[in-house]
């Protein structure tokens, strides 16, 4: 079992920053792609981004050239610095860490006003 621990959400006006972490429970993090999803009221979860374990990434078209993901392996734990915050980036961020079974973390709240 991995679990998978949150924090960094927050209130922030639009064009501010946050960065989000993602601290796994177990050393075998270096074996997962890790990535961050997020999830909108009313709207279903979806890729932010992913990280895979040798530091390749991925991006959704809507954040591309704001956001970035990064992992620290030493430290079992992903990043996700967000810049140009927008309105429509409120949502619930979900870790997520993938091997031949997934796992997820319980969520931060991020809220971006306007």
């Known amino acids: 079992q991995v679990q998978l621990v949150e924090s960094g959400g927050g209130l922030v006006q639009s064009g501010g920053s946050l960065r989000l972490s993602c601290a796994a429970s177990?050393?075998?993090?270096?074996?997962?792609?890790m990535g961050w999803y997020r999830q909108a009221p009313g709207k279903q979860r979806e890729l932010v981004a992913h990280?895979?374990?040798?530091?390749?990434?991925n991006y959704a078209d809507f954040v591309k050239g704001r956001f970035t993901i990064s992992r620290d392996n030493a430290k079992s734990t992903v990043y996700l610095q967000m810049n140009s915050l927008k309105p429509e980036d409120t949502a619930v961020y979900y870790c997520?860490?993938?091997?031949?079974?997934?796992?997820w973390g319980q969520g931060t709240q991020v809220t971006v006003s306007s």
């Open positions: 177990r050393s075998i993090f270096n074996w997962y792609i």
């Open positions: 997520n860490a993938l091997a031949v079974v997934q796992y």
């Open positions: 990280i895979t374990t040798d530091g390749s990434t």
